[in-house]
């Protein structure tokens, strides 16, 4: 007697409940008609917060304006507006918020991190209440394996899960091993002891940044909070650092550039078109500003050739002045510069070795000799490739889902389904989708992403991704 395929345990399995894995499962809440049985499963202590939510310094702000980080799809004002609810309360003044409550505040992250909590924790609550089944692993998923009815989930535990579908929110993938395991190197920088490591320096060398991104920004405010008392080097291949917003972070009130004054032209011709609108006399942040309600069209408008030559030769300059920092902490670090105490250095990072007699020894490029640290950061951020996460790595060389052709990310077959097999479906959301919409990694994206996978979850009938109104901003 052939034996039954086995049951799916759950409906729904979320992997990774970080800031986009969460707001699926609020949508999931909110849209479902009926109990479902959800698998939520993170290998981070905390749900709702992943890296980007989980510092603790108050230094580490948002690069968005507050009435622009709304979680909910079409509402772009409901963190501001949350922040004056009787909870949004309550979590400034256990956090003791010293910037002042404006729309076009740049709040800590912390508190932002407070906001995720409060809705996650609500629609846990409330699905609890109505009788779904919620399965919570703190776990790693290594590997996904299509079955007959479903997909097979093993943990690093030793457990398995099935799913009926299953949605990847995995984040950036961030941590490099190639030296994680020394002292005073951090992978993850933001969990650094900032505070100890500046009043007990380990040597009277400097601090080394690898990468010069927001993540080096975040680590460049911290350690000036603290005194640092020795010398920071900045080592970044481009050399440049992430520019400012405009001091009252406006928005643009009128495009000044129409998505049919860029549609389907090269590159080069669409950077022309931004440099007329800044000889006209715009800032710069409004020309970029307003090209953001539709950069996902427009990168899908370009050909193969010119989607690559963006991710390779512009993807600094556009990270560097398309996530810009507020202009508090824009303010801060140049004075940081200014006194003389940070020393940017271009060159590509090598290694990094701790000699015999416990000296860490950074390598770089620029030359044979390495550099003395007393401790050193890796800020680089953003690996694009699927290569740079484990289970990514693992399911595109399985051939359950494909890398886009661009390099950056995984191709979906449409909006956000990666891979179909009979009734059962596997979407993603988030920076794994970059090859696919360019645009794929902040709060405005995620929000209405994840309503869109959780409707095609629910078969509520999403509309085309590329077709609705986004509710982006900065
Ligand atoms: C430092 C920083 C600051 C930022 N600031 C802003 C900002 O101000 N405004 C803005 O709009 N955007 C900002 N962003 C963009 C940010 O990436 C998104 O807003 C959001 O946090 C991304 O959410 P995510 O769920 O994709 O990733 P994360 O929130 O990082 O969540 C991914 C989760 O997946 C889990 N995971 C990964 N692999 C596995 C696995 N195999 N098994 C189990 N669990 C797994 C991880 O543990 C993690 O919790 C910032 C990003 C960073 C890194």
Redesign the pocket.
């Known amino acids: 007697m052939t034996p039954l395929p086995p049951t799916p345990a759950v409906d729904i399995a979320l ?9 699926v499962f609020i949508n999931l809440v909110q849209h479902s008609a009926h109990p479902r049985r959800v698998a939520l ?4 202590a905390e ?9 603790p310094h108050p230094e ?5 304006r507050a009435d ?2 709304g979680a909910l799809a079409g509402q772009p004002r409901h963190f501001f507006d949350w922040l004056h609810t009787p909870a949004g309360l309550a979590a400034r003044t256990a956090l003791n918020l010293s910037i002042p409550l404006t729309e076009n505040a ?1 709040l800590p ?1 912390r508190l ?1 991190g407070a906001y995720l909590r409060y809705l996650y924790s609500d629609a846990r609550q409330t699905a609890l209440k109505k009788g779904w089944q919620l399965v919570e692993h703190r ?4 590997n996904l394996t299509p079955t007959e009815n479903g997909h097979t989930l093993p ?2 535990s030793g457990a398995t899960l099935t799913a009926v579908d299953t949605v ?7 941590s490099r091993p190639d030296s994680a395991a020394l002292p005073h190197v951090y992978t993850k920088p ?1 969990q650094a002891d900032i505070a100890r490591l500046s009043a007990e320096p380990p040597a009277a060398h400097p601090v080394v940044l690898i990468g010069a991104g ?2 080096a920004m ?1 680590m460049l405010l911290s350690l000036q909070r603290h005194q640092w008392p020795h010398g920071i080097v900045l080592v970044s291949r481009h050399g440049a650092l992430p520019h400012g917003h405009l001091p009252d972070a406006r928005m643009v009130s009128t495009p000044l550039l129409a998505f049919e004054d860029v549609a389907g032209k090269r590159l080069s011709a669409v950077l022309q078109q931004l440099r007329r609108v800044v000889r006209a006399g715009h800032p710069w942040q409004h020309a970029l500003d307003s090209i953001r309600p539709y950069t996902a069209r427009l990168w899908q408008s370009l050909s193969a050739k010119d989607q690559q030559r963006l991710l390779g030769k512009y993807f600094n300059l556009w990270g560097t002045h398309r ?1 810009r920092l507020g202009a508090p902490p824009a303010d801060s670090i140049n004075e940081l510069l200014r006194s003389g105490q940070v020393q940017t250095r271009k060159a590509a990072y090598k290694k990094t070795e701790i000699s015999a007699a416990g000296q860490l020894n950074v390598y770089l490029s620029d030359s044979d000799a390495p550099l003395y640290a007393s401790a050193v950061f890796d800020c680089r ?2 690996g694009l490739s699927p290569r740079a ?3 990514l790595a693992r399911l595109t060389e399985s051939g359950t889902l494909h890398a886009h052709e661009s390099g950056a990310g995984i191709r979906p077959l449409h909006d956000f389904l990666l891979h179909q097999n009979g009734a059962s479906r596997v979407f993603g ?3 794994m989708l970059v090859g696919a919409y360019f645009e794929s ?6 929000r209405t992403q994840a309503q869109q996978i959780a409707q095609a979850l629910l078969g509520v009938g999403a509309a085309e991704y590329l077709d609705t109104t986004l509710d982006y901003t900065i």
């Open positions: 992997i990774g409940v970080g800031a986009a894995g969460a707001l499963i993170d290998t981070a749900p709702a917060l992943g890296v980007a939510y989980s510092t580490h702000l948002l690069n968005v622009c980080m740049f992250r932002y776990d790693n998923v290594t943990l690093e990847l929110a995995l984040g950036n993938a961030l933001w927001l993540t975040d996530h951020g953003l996460h484990p289970l959301i988030g920076s990694i902040a709060m405005p994206e995620l």
